[in-house]
C-alpha cells in the first residue's frame, strides 16, 4: 500500500510540473521605416528626406536612403551652432580671434569670412557668420571661445548629437571639412534640424538672407532663397543650411511654406551636372523639387471620424453584452493625395486583444490602428471602447470555473488523475483478491488440517469406547 502511494505522489508531481510549465510566445516587430508616399518627379540626390512640420510627430513624407551613412559637409555648422546656444547665456559677449584659430584652416581651402587674429567680434557675430556665410573661421574661434580647444568642443558637438537619439552620427570637427570619420545620416540630422529650429535664436540666424559684417555683405549661402540665381530660387523656401565637398556632394537642408502647409527638406550627396546645358548644384533642384511635388500632390484630408466603428470585440463576463465597438478616438486628418479613393484607405488594428474581460469603461483605451493607403501607413489612432459594460459576478464566477477545467493543462491533469484512479482501483481490487485467496486457502488448510487429526484422534480411541449398558 505505502509503495503504491508514493508511485501515485510521484505520478501527481510530474503532471503538475509539465502541465505549470511556461510556453513561449513568438512575436514580430514590424517597423516601417518607408516614408508615407514615393516622389513622382526626379530626385537626383542619393539620400533625402521630406518631414512634415505641421504635424507634431513630424511624420516622414518621402525618403530615400535616409540611414545611409553619409559626409555632412558644412551642414555640420547646425550642430556647432546648437552647442553654442546651449552653452553661451550672453551672444553680446566678445571674444578675440586667436592665431591659433586661424592657422587650423591654412590650406585647407575653408570657406571663410575673412577673420584675422586679434579681430574682436561679439558671439552673435561669429554665429551670423556661421550660419549665413558658412564661415569655417567663425566656427573655429566659437568652438575655442566655448570650450578651449576645437577637439573638446568636438565632444560637446557629439554629446548633443547622442542626446538626440543620433546613433549613426560622428562629429570630428567643428566645420564640416571633409574626414573619413566625420559623417552623419539624413534620419540623424533630422533630430538635429528639428530641435534647432524649436530654439527662436537658431531659427531667426538661419534664415537670415544677408548679413553685413565689417562693411561687407554676407548672402545665405541657400541659393534657393535668393531671386538673383534665377536657377535655383523657390520663393517658398527659408533658410536654412547647405554643404559641399567632393566627397559629400552637394547638400542642403531648407524648409518651405504654402498655403498654410510647411515642409522640410533633407537633401545629401546630390550631384553637379548640366542640366538644360547648364552646369546646376541639383541639391537645390531636389529641393524644389520635393516642396513643388508635396505642395502640388498632397492634402490635408479626413480619413477617419471620431467614434467611427472600426471593430468589434467579444467581452467576458459582461453585463447584458458580450461584445463591445472599438471607435476612433478622435478625428484623424493626415496628408493624402489629392486624388484620394476612400474606398482604398485601410483601417487596421494593431495588437488588438482577442477579448476583454468586464468591466469596460466607455473611452478606454483598447489598442491602436494605422491608416493605411497605398500599402503604407499614413497615420494611426487609438481606438477606444465606444460604452460602458458593467461586470457580471454569477458569470465571472461561473466563467472562471469553466474556463479553468477547460484549460488543456487542466484536463490532461484530471485525465492522468482518473487514470491513476483507475489503476489504483484495479492495483487495489487485485491485491485485495489476492489476500482474499490466500485467506481462504489459510482458512482450508485449518479446515483440511483439524479434520486430519480429528481422524487420526479417533482412529487410536476407537477400541477404549465402551458399549452402552444394557437394560
Not at 11 to 28: E, Y
Request: with cysteine; hydrophobic share 40%; charged share 25%.
Amino acid at each position: 500500500m505505502k509503495k503504491g502511494c508514493a508511485l501515485f505522489l510521484a505520478l501527481m508531481i510530474f503532471v503538475l510540473s509539465l502541465a505549470a510549465a511556461p510556453f513561449g510566445a513568438m512575436a514580430t516587430d514590424v517597423n516601417n521605416d518607408e516614408g508615407m508616399y514615393e516622389v513622382t518627379e526626379q530626385v537626383y540626390a542619393d539620400a533625402y528626406m521630406l518631414v512634415n512640420l505641421d504635424d507634431d510627430s513630424y511624420p516622414v513624407i518621402a525618403q530615400k536612403n535616409k540611414d545611409k551613412k553619409k559626409y555632412p559637409a558644412s551642414l555640420t555648422k547646425i550642430a556647432t551652432t546648437m552647442v553654442v546656444l546651449n552653452n553661451v547665456d550672453d551672444l553680446q559677449a566678445k571674444t578675440t580671434v586667436s592665431k591659433a584659430a586661424i592657422d587650423v584652416l591654412t590650406g585647407t581651402g575653408a570657406q571663410v569670412a575673412g577673420l584675422k587674429p586679434g579681430d574682436e567680434l561679439t558671439i552673435e557675430q561669429l554665429l551670423y557668420l556661421t550660419m549665413v556665410y558658412s564661415a569655417c573661421d567663425a566656427c573655429t574661434v566659437l568652438a575655442e571661445y566655448v570650450s578651449g580647444t576645437i577637439p573638446e568642443f568636438v565632444k560637446l558637438m557629439n554629446n548633443w548629437a547622442l542626446s538626440l537619439g543620433c546613433e549613426n552620427t560622428n562629429f570630428v570637427n567643428c566645420d564640416g571639412l571633409h574626414d573619413e570619420n566625420h559623417y552623419t545620416t539624413a534620419a540623424d540630422l533630422e533630430l538635429m534640424t528639428l530641435e534647432a529650429l524649436k530654439n527662436e535664436t537658431f531659427t531667426k540666424i538661419a534664415t537670415t538672407q544677408k548679413y553685413t559684417y565689417n562693411d561687407q555683405t554676407f548672402i545665405h549661402t541657400n541659393f534657393m532663397t535668393d531671386k538673383y540665381h534665377i536657377t535655383y530660387y523657390y520663393e517658398y523656401a527659408e533658410g536654412i543650411k547647405t554643404g559641399s565637398t567632393t566627397e559629400a556632394g552637394y547638400c542642403v537642408i531648407t524648409k518651405a511654406s504654402k498655403n498654410g502647409y510647411n515642409y522640410l527638406a533633407i537633401v545629401l550627396d546630390s550631384p553637379k551636372q548640366k542640366l538644360d546645358g547648364i552646369e546646376t548644384k541639383c541639391s537645390f533642384i531636389d529641393g524644389k523639387t520635393l516642396f513643388e511635388w508635396a505642395f502640388d500632390s498632397l492634402k490635408y484630408s479626413m480619413v477617419l471620424r471620431q467614434n467611427d466603428v472600426v471593430e468589434e470585440i467579444p467581452v467576458l463576463n459582461g453585463k447584458d453584452a458580450d461584445t463591445v465597438q472599438l471607435v476612433a478616438e478622435k478625428d484623424v486628418n493626415t496628408l493624402v493625395p489629392v486624388s484620394l479613393d476612400a474606398s482604398a484607405v485601410i483601417i487596421k488594428p494593431v495588437d488588438m486583444p482577442e477579448s476583454l474581460e468586464a468591466p469596460v469603461t466607455k473611452g478606454e483605451k483598447i489598442c491602436t490602428a494605422e491608416i493605411i493607403y497605398g500599402g503604407k501607413t499614413i497615420a494611426t489612432v487609438n481606438l477606444v471602447a465606444a460604452q460602458d459594460i458593467e461586470l457580471s459576478t454569477f458569470l465571472r464566477v461561473w466563467n472562471g470555473v469553466k474556463g479553468f477545467f477547460g484549460r488543456p493543462a487542466v484536463l490532461a491533469v484530471l485525465v492522468v488523475l482518473i487514470v491513476l484512479v483507475l489503476l489504483y482501483i484495479v492495483y487495489f481490487t487485485v491485491k485485495l483478491t489476492r489476500h482474499d485467496r490466500r485467506a481462504a486457502e489459510k482458512r482450508r488448510s485449518r479446515e483440511r488440517l483439524e479434520e486430519e487429526e480429528n481422524r487420526t484422534y479417533r482412529e487410536q480411541h476407537q477400541d477404549d469406547r465402551l458399549d452402552p449398558p444394557k437394560r
